[in-house]
């Protein structure tokens, strides 16, 4: 698959910094990776997940425990966080 440019606008500012000022997000897409873990550090489960290409995911409700997870402090989103895997923002060094 060759290298290609997604861009995706959105409305207002998500406060994810992914997202540019103008409300657009363009990310370079290098085949990353999207199947990561969570491990929720409240039970210790651990799940497969998908991570989404065009966002960050902030919040993740833990199945066993039903635990809210959010990112650590100075992470995107909470694959970043608690993934075996960063996201494919990442992933692609978009600098996030």
Known sequence: MNKSIIEKKIVGNTGCPAFSKRGAITMQSNN??????????????????????????FFYKCTNCKAMLKPNKGDCCVFCSFGSIKCPSKQNNTGI
């Open 32 to 57: 990353p990776i999207l199947k990561s873990i969570i491990k929720c550090p409240e039970c210790g489960i651990e799940k497969e997940e998908t991570m989404p290409t065009d966002s960050c995911q």
